[in-house]
């Protein structure tokens, strides 16, 4: 059994060149990233640039067998990004193939935004917007608004890391790669939001002065100072990853 499923507005090479998920794991392109799981490829189509992410696992663990697989999330998780009023790239196409009930391979391909970078690339390259006090506000505030309305909605991106944040010219936003976020409650949302924030803050607390790590934290919470409860999550955010690297 095969779906696929073009779902954004492409041109008519591109709706060629992705007409099928066959077609799409012919294709060759630059290869962005590497994995047991999956590859990313850039590939030029049309006068366009996309985003092509190849799986040929459903996941690790049990999540081979049983489950939702990892490209079928990333869909569905942008796909709630992009309803909730979080920006994301834009989906062209996604699909995959089962055999005997069992995942072979699947894809996910997005269309490239232009002009970013990922905040990760930036923090390496000591980039001189990071040093602007005006430009990380801008960002820190549409970063703790995206991260609030996640948690809001009991959903966990799972790997809120700086490489998964893009950034374009303009300053705005973008968020990427979230095949393992999910929906959780009471303790496991808890422990969930921690770590999206400890990994926000793994780069942060490298690149960033502290008022400026304490203004996105107050921003996040809606707070214009730490209130009742603040100072045992900053701790628990500070040292989430003591004993785990």
Request: hydrophobic share 45%; charged share 25%.
């Given at each position: 059994m095969s779906r696929w499923r073009i779902v954004g507005e492409v041109n008519a090479?591109?709706?060629?060149?992705?007409?099928?998920?066959e077609v799409?794991?012919?294709?060759s392109g630059e290869q962005i990233t590497r994995d047991p799981l999956s590859e990313?490829?850039?590939?030029?189509?049309?006068?366009?640039?996309?985003?092509?992410?190849?799986?040929?696992?459903?996941?690790?663990?049990?999540r081979r067998f049983i489950g939702r697989s990892r490209v079928e999330a990333e869909w569905q998780n942008l796909q709630?990004?992009?309803?909730?009023?979080?920006?994301?790239?834009?989906?062209?196409?996604?699909?995959?193939?089962?055999?005997?009930?069992?995942f072979r391979r699947?894809?996910?391909?997005?269309l490239e935004v232009p002009g970013t970078t990922d905040m990760a690339a930036m923090a390496l390259v000591g980039d001189a917007r990071l040093a602007d006090p005006h430009w990380v506000r801008h960002v820190s505030e549409?970063?703790?608004?995206?991260?609030?309305t996640l948690h809001e909605h009991n959903f966990a991106h799972n790997d809120l890391k700086w490489r998964n944040l893009l950034v374009n010219e303009a300053g705005k936003l973008f968020l990427i790669d979230c095949p393992s976020g999910d929906f959780w409650w009471g303790p496991f949302l808890r422990h969930r939001v921690v770590k999206d924030l400890a990994c926000?803050?793994?780069?942060a607390r490298y690149t960033l002065s502290r008022t400026q790590r304490l203004r996105f934290f107050l921003l996040y919470?809606?707070?214009?100072?730490?209130?009742?409860?603040?100072?045992?999550?900053?701790r628990k955010i500070l040292t989430y990853f003591e004993g785990r690297e």
């Amino acid at each position: 059994m095969s779906r696929w499923r073009i779902v954004g507005e492409v041109n008519a090479d591109a709706a060629r060149a992705f007409a099928s998920l066959e077609v799409v794991f012919a294709l060759s392109g630059e290869q962005i990233t590497r994995d047991p799981l999956s590859e990313v490829l850039r590939v030029s189509v049309g006068g366009q640039r996309f985003y092509v992410k190849r799986y040929w696992a459903a996941g690790k663990g049990v999540r081979r067998f049983i489950g939702r697989s990892r490209v079928e999330a990333e869909w569905q998780n942008l796909q709630h990004f992009h309803d909730w009023g979080i920006a994301v790239a834009p989906l062209a196409a996604w699909g995959l193939e089962r055999r005997a009930g069992l995942f072979r391979r699947g894809a996910l391909i997005t269309l490239e935004v232009p002009g970013t970078t990922d905040m990760a690339a930036m923090a390496l390259v000591g980039d001189a917007r990071l040093a602007d006090p005006h430009w990380v506000r801008h960002v820190s505030e549409q970063l703790a608004n995206a991260a609030r309305t996640l948690h809001e909605h009991n959903f966990a991106h799972n790997d809120l890391k700086w490489r998964n944040l893009l950034v374009n010219e303009a300053g705005k936003l973008f968020l990427i790669d979230c095949p393992s976020g999910d929906f959780w409650w009471g303790p496991f949302l808890r422990h969930r939001v921690v770590k999206d924030l400890a990994c926000l803050d793994k780069v942060a607390r490298y690149t960033l002065s502290r008022t400026q790590r304490l203004r996105f934290f107050l921003l996040y919470r809606r707070r214009a100072r730490i209130g009742v409860g603040d100072k045992a999550l900053i701790r628990k955010i500070l040292t989430y990853f003591e004993g785990r690297e």
